[in-house]
């Protein structure tokens, strides 16, 4: 297998800071596409990785699955892609494409286990897949996206990872006209939950432990927006939505908005709080609840989002920053102060 040397940022271990790496890509073979990688959006995934939160990081660990590009040079079979055309890879390069979900488009549930963007095992060379926080990437045409042209590029990273992620479960519970839909949290994931939510169509209610979020909400397309810490503002929606979205990452009472729902209503959570939240048997017994998760999306609905935000004008309000500010941007995500997804400009490493 032919390599290629490019510089990269990353990490060696979970305490060290990120740094300038090299480290090898392949060459593109028959299938693959050759991405010069413009903007790499940064999420929160990136951080609890690099620091080996989850448990499971094989260094050096290079982030990044938010990928936006121009393709430099296509392998002698790719149909589907050719030099020049903008393109996306998301948090899926490759999976086994046999298995029943696989053949279904919901590569993210794939049996053996999708192949990760970054950190996970390499098909093709002895190493860890690395991520986007670099100079190039190469990936099979069957996992690579493309982006509408009406779309600011840089903002459309996020799309890649924060879109799929909300866009998922917002079509799986059959959002639109005529449903009542609590978006719970307004960061990163949440701020495109509210995008999205509106414009399929759908009365969007935002909760924020947060006063100072009551505008924001509402210029994301919020509907209406309720303070989750005043029990007075929340026993007003008991019973009322259709369906909620949880993006929280941080320990929370989810009992509390289960008890928003209507009969036969779900709450999915699209967060990762890193302890058990405790589900009360009376929050889901009574009215027949549901309390469910999701995970990104497969490459055909991620499409469909992408097209979708292409038709409605979405894409994700950013930070830009220069690759050498990553350090700082993760201490930042770590208090919640963007607003509401940085994004690297990739030129940036090459200075």
């Known amino acids: 297998m032919e390599v290629t040397n490019i510089k990269a940022y990353g990490t060696e271990a979970a305490e060290a800071p990120l740094n300038q790496l090299s480290i090898n890509r392949r060459k593109a073979t028959p299938h693959d596409v050759e991405i010069d990688i413009l903007y790499c959006g940064v999420c929160h995934s990136d951080l609890h990785t690099a620091r080996n939160e989850w448990h499971g990081t094989i260094y050096p660990c290079v982030p990044g699955h938010e990928i936006v590009g121009k393709i430099k040079s296509v392998g002698h079979h790719v149909t589907k892609f050719k030099v020049g055309d903008l393109v996306g890879v998301g948090c899926i390069v490759d999976s086994c494409r046999e298995c029943d979900y696989c053949k279904e488009g919901l ?16 098909k093709y060379l002895n190493t860890p897949t690395y991520g986007g926080y670099s100079e190039s990437v190469v990936v099979d045409e069957n ?12 903002a459309t990273s996020p799309l890649l990872c924060a879109g799929i992620t909300t866009y998922s479960p917002l079509r799986h519970w059959n959002v639109g006209p005529g ?3 609590g978006i719970v949290g307004i960061g ?14 759908a009365h969007v209610v935002a909760f924020t432990t947060s006063e100072s ?24 929606y008991r019973g009322k939505l259709h369906f909620i979205l ?29 302890q058990p939240l ?7 017994i009574i009215g027949r609840k549901s309390f469910a998760g999701s995970a990104i999306g497969g490459i055909a609905e991620t499409q469909e989002m992408l097209d979708f935000c292409g038709k409605h004008n979405i894409t994700a309000d950013i930070e830009m920053i220069n690759i050498k500010q990553i350090n700082e941007a993760y201490e930042r995500l770590l208090k919640g102060d963007v607003k509401y997804r940085f994004v690297i400009d990739m030129a940036s490493l090459k200075g």
């Open 278 to 284: 405790p589900i009360a048997a009376f929050s889901v």
């Open 143 to 154: 996992y690579v996206l493309r982006i509408p042209e009406n779309l600011d590029l840089a």
């Open 246 to 274: 949880d993006a929280v990452s941080a320990e929370h009472d989810v009992n509390a908005y289960l008890n928003l729902l209507r009969v036969d209503g779900s709450l999915a959570l699209v967060g990762a709080p890193e």
């Open 107 to 122: 590569e993210q549930y794939c049996e053996p286990g999708m192949i990760g963007t970054y950190n996970s095992p390499d």
């Open 188 to 201: 990163g994931l949440g701020h495109m939950g509210i995008k999205l939510a509106k414009a399929m169509g």
């Open 179 to 181: 449903k009542k839909v």
């Open 213 to 236: 979020k009551f505008e924001e909400a509402k210029r994301l397309g919020a509907d209406e927006v309720v303070l989750s810490k005043d029990a007075e503002q929340m026993a007003a």
